[in-house]
């Protein structure tokens, strides 16, 4: 699981690669923060602190969904090094190295706390818990699910149902198939180590990308007529497409951009309040060619693609659909989080 040939790189579950195919281990630290702390994690304004890195699609969940439930002031941001060493994600980011918080120079640290020697790698997104100094969870899929349902009572005024009840076994359905052909199946197409296995992960993706068009060409969102959980699932991958899946991870039958449907979904979507504002290309594109070593030896990182277009009109209103539904977009980015300019289009 080595760090230099992207096995614990930007993924959010610990993965396994080589001369098997690509798998996805479970995450191992699986507690839940809950509102009436029945695992022994209530939730507590402030007494928790999210680690992510913008390169990370899994982490960039929870970056999206803390955005538009404006989690932001009960749930503090430690953001890591896209560039990662033998010790994994780290904060140089930060004066003289450390997380301002939690005081430490490296993720691992956090996790050591809460199991000296545990069997996997040290995966963003983490929780930890800034008392204890200790990790509370790095379940990236439960993560987003409790911060819409669990954490309702840090919600900012006008926060959008992310996991509306109703519509919670048809969200599920469609976050599987994302899931398994599209989020994870980009990694299972770029870690390929035979010609047979890539062909049939690339042919997975692209299949469940050309079923999802003709649904969101009649539909302004994945379920019902605003933003779920699902899009902010789908989002994290198709942002990072053009820029690293289409080369890094050879998943070329066509680009995102030569799609006019999704392309004019995800764009929608990253000019959304709360979606394109935790985006960072610069982090993303770094990470990917520089810590897959495996993929490209060279460390090279390419200058393209062009990221004008992001910006450009994309006419999804005229479907109809409500983002926030009742509700409202959030307020500005806090000053400290805003992504620099060399990320942005």
């Given at each position: 699981m080595g760090v230099a040939d992207g096995a614990d790189g930007a993924d959010g579950g610990n993965s396994a690669y080589g001369r098997r195919a690509f798998k996805r281990s479970k995450s191992h630290f699986t507690d839940r923060i809950t509102a009436d702390g029945r695992g022994g994690w209530p939730v507590v304004p402030g007494r928790y602190r999210l680690v992510v890195s913008r390169a990370?699609?899994?982490a960039s969940r929870s970056l999206v969904s803390r955005r538009l439930l404006g989690?932001?002031?009960?749930?503090?941001?430690?953001?890591?090094d896209p560039i990662q060493d033998d010790r994994s994600w780290r904060f140089t980011l930060d004066p003289d190295g450390r997380d301002p918080?939690?005081?430490?120079?490296?993720?691992?640290?956090?996790?050591?706390?809460?199991e000296t020697d545990y069997p996997g790698g040290v995966s963003v997104p983490a929780i930890v818990d800034v008392p204890s100094g200790k990790l509370v969870t790095n379940d990236f899929q439960q993560i987003t699910l409790d911060f819409a349902t669990e954490w309702t009572a840090l919600h900012r005024e006008g926060a959008p149902d992310l996991y509306p009840r109703a519509l919670r076994d048809?969200?599920?359905a469609v976050m599987t198939d994302v899931y398994e052909d599209v989020n994870n199946g980009v990694y299972r197409t770029g870690f390929a180590t035979d010609q047979e296995?890539?062909?049939a992960a690339c042919a997975g993706?692209?299949?469940?990308?050309?079923?999802?068009?003709?649904?969101?060409a009649r539909q302004r969102y994945l379920v019902g007529d605003t933003i779920t959980e699902a899009d902010i699932r789908l989002f994290t991958t198709l942002v990072r497409f053009d820029a690293v899946y289409h080369g890094h991870f050879k998943c070329n039958r066509w680009k995102l951009a030569e799609n006019e449907v999704l392309w004019a979904?995800?764009?929608d979507l990253y000019q959304t309040p709360g979606f394109g504002d935790t985006v960072d290309f610069d982090h993303i594109k770094r990470h990917y060619y520089q810590v897959h070593t495996g993929i490209n030896p060279t460390g090279i990182v390419?200058?393209?693609?062009?990221?004008?277009?992001?910006?450009?009109?994309?006419?999804?209103e005229e479907l109809g659909g409500r983002p926030f539904g009742d509700g409202t977009p959030p307020g500005p980015v806090p000053a400290d989080e805003e992504v620099p300019a060399r990320g942005r289009p």
């Open positions: 990370c699609p899994w989690l932001e002031d009960a749930l503090s941001l430690a953001v890591a918080v939690l005081g430490i120079r490296y993720l691992s640290e956090a996790y050591d706390r809460r048809e969200i599920d296995e890539y062909e993706v692209f299949r469940r990308l050309d079923l999802l068009t003709p649904r969101l979904y995800v764009r390419p200058l393209g693609p062009d990221l004008s277009g992001w910006l450009t009109p994309h006419h999804r």
